[in-house]
Nanobody, 126 residues
Framework: QVQLVESGGGLVQPGGSLRLSCAAS????????IGWFRQAPGKEREGVSC??????YYADSVKGRFTISRDNAKNTVYLQMNSLRSEDTAVYYC?????????????????????WGQGTQVTVSS
């Protein structure tokens, strides 16, 4: 069974950190580009970051604060989020996309995204 499961969300104060995990089962994450997306209440889902064999990508809003990484042995992709702001509050999702196009295309264009996780809530509030 192909499945993505996100975890690691929670409530954090502004300036704090969280690390999200996207664990895959039923397939090998390394065969895909993995994108992180988020959706805040009343807003459209947006691409945040991506990692693939060929490159990586960060949205301007998170560049310098978020770091994406992959542990192939654990079949898991991580999103380390530092210096969190209230505007980072959202449900965060991971999804698989093709690794034959740039990550910017996968995340920016929601290009051929297949498997999605159920999401994990991140709330940044004092």
């Amino acid at each position: 069974q192909v499945q993505l499961v996100e975890s690691g969300g929670g409530l954090v104060q502004p300036g704090g950190s969280l690390r999200l995990s996207c664990a895959a089962s039923g397939f090998t994450l390394d065969s895909y580009a993995i994108g992180w997306f988020r959706q805040a209440p009343g807003k459209e889902r947006e691409g945040v970051s991506c990692i693939s064999r060929r490159d990586g990508y960060y949205a301007d809003s998170v560049k310098g604060r978020f770091t994406i990484s992959r542990d192939n042995a654990k079949n898991t992709v991580y999103l380390q989020m530092n210096s969190l702001r209230s505007e980072d509050t959202a449900v965060y999702y991971c999804a698989t996309g093709p690794n034959y196009v740039p990550c910017r295309t996968v995340v920016g264009g929601f290009y051929k995204l297949t498997n999605w996780g159920q999401g994990t809530q991140v709330t940044v509030s004092s």
